[in-house]
T-cell receptor, first 116, second 111 residues
């Protein structure tokens, strides 16, 4: 299995531009998570999906952020417009969840985003 | 989910056992203890989890006190590659798998 695949690996953009981060979860997993990591705030959960449905987006910082999961094998996190304070490493993770199961989260390698 | 407390940093000599403590005094009866680690610039990696019994796998051992208010992750023979941030998380097992990470313990394994 290739694991969770994220693209791009690095993204450098200018303030005001739209940024789209992509994630392909592990085949067969039904939960997907987007995390953001900075030195100041550590790992923050932004949003998570279960069976392609957003369950909790309370961690999304503001309306500039949006996430979609059109099917079980693909998700995007979009920032529009981007700001320098959005600079961070964005991780995608997936798991196989079910009632009573002890899910292990599998993380991708992350996207390093720099907004200039 | 219950809050956890971990020391911010620890050192360990290569080849020796690394014992990483975690306090979770408000843990509920249906909450599990999970450990993940994050090696520099990589995504977090699952290590082990348990409810009340001690657990062991190929990576580590997890010792949970009888009152479940604290636990210890043991890396039996630490190597330089075990240098990482180690996160202790408690949560209810369910059908969503949401994990909330704290600040963790930075383990530095020294030659």
């Amino acid at each position: 299995d290739a694991g969770v695949i994220q693209s791009p690996r690095h993204e450098v953009t200018e303030m005001g531009q739209e940024v789209t981060l992509r994630c392909k979860p592990i085949s067969g997993h039904n939960s997907l998570f987007w995390y953001r990591q900075t030195m100041m705030r550590g790992l923050e959960l932004l949003i998570y999906f279960n069976n392609n449905v957003p369950i909790d987006d309370s961690g999304m910082p503001e309306d500039r952020f949006s996430a979609k999961m059109p099917n079980a094998s693909f998700s995007t996190l979009k920032i529009q417009p981007s700001e320098p304070r959005d600079s961070a490493v964005y991780f995608c993770a997936s798991s196989w969840g079910g009632t009573g199961r002890n899910e292990k989260l599998f993380f991708g390698s992350g996207t390093q985003l720099s907004v200039l | 989910d219950a809050k956890t407390t971990q020391p911010p940093s620890m050192d360990c000599a290569e080849g020796r056992a690394a014992n990483l403590p975690c306090n979770h005094s408000t843990i509920s009866g249906n909450e599990y203890v999970y450990w993940y680690r994050q090696i520099h610039s990589q995504g977090p990696q699952y290590i082990i989890h348990g409810l009340k019994n001690n657990e062991t796998n190929e990576m580590a051992s997890l010792i949970i006190t009888e009152d479940r208010k604290s636990s210890t992750l043991i890396l039996p023979h630490a190597t330089l590659r075990d240098t990482a941030v180690y996160y202790c998380i408690v949560r209810v097992a369910g059908n969503t798998g949401k994990l909330i990470f704290g600040q963790g313990t930075t383990l530095q394994v020294k030659p």
